[in-house]
């Protein structure tokens, strides 16, 4: 059993190249429905997301989509889901994503996964939130990102420690753990500090 009770996972809404994204962000959505954990996501139904939701649904979990009225527009849903938050801007969108999930976990996606990356990693490092933010590395899809970020602090841009502000891990079996392992060493350092 694991202490969270939603993850927000932000992935792509085309299916890529590799089809083995698709079927791990399927097997995440049926294993968060297993563990009784609400998927909080941008309520698309294709592409990566939908494929998580799909995963979450089709296993009896509750998938929570939020998603701004001008993709509502542009989306016709076809996915039942437990429930569907129109809100009126992105900005306010992705407020309402990070208010509602205990941590995040990113799939692979595209130039919007990177703005919801680097938007919780910010405020992250501001104090905003201490929720675990877990890389889903498959194949070293986010390795790239990884060397940025390494490019960075080599520049003195950013501080070493903040490298760690990210999780990566290479197994989807392993992002619930990455979770639990980052939330109770969070909970230690508080009392320890």
């Not at 791990?24 to 139904?45: F, P, Q, S, T, V």
């Not at 009896?60 to 001008?70: A, E, H, R, W, Y």
């Not at 009126?88 to 941590?103: F, G, N, Q, T, V």
């Not at 390494?150 to 992002?175: C, F, S, W």
Request: with cysteine; glycine share 10%; net charge negative.
């Amino acid at each position: 059993m694991y202490g969270i009770k939603s993850l927000g996972v932000f992935c792509g809404s085309a299916d890529g190249k590799n089809p083995r994204y698709v079927k791990d962000a399927l097997k995440l959505g049926k294993i968060l429905a297993e563990n009784n954990i609400r998927l909080i996501y941008g309520a698309g139904h294709v592409g990566m997301m939908g494929a998580v939701a799909k995963g979450a649904l089709d296993a009896g979990g509750t998938v929570v989509g939020i998603i701004n009225t001008l993709l509502q527009d542009r989306e016709k849903q076809i996915l039942k889901l437990s429930e569907l938050k129109i809100l009126p801007s992105l900005h306010i969108r992705k407020d309402a994503m990070l208010e509602s999930s205990d941590a995040f976990c990113v799939l692979p996606g595209g130039i919007g996964t990177l703005d919801e990356i680097f938007e919780v990693m910010t405020l992250k490092q501001l104090g905003e939130h201490h929720k675990p933010i877990i890389m889903y590395n498959a194949e070293g899809f986010w390795e790239p990102l990884r060397k940025v970020i390494d490019t960075l602090i080599n520049e003195g841009y950013v501080r070493p420690e903040h490298a760690k502000l990210l999780t990566y891990v290479d197994r989807i079996e392993d992002i619930l753990p990455a979770i639990e392992a980052e939330i109770s060493q969070s909970e230690q350092k508080s009392k320890a500090g």
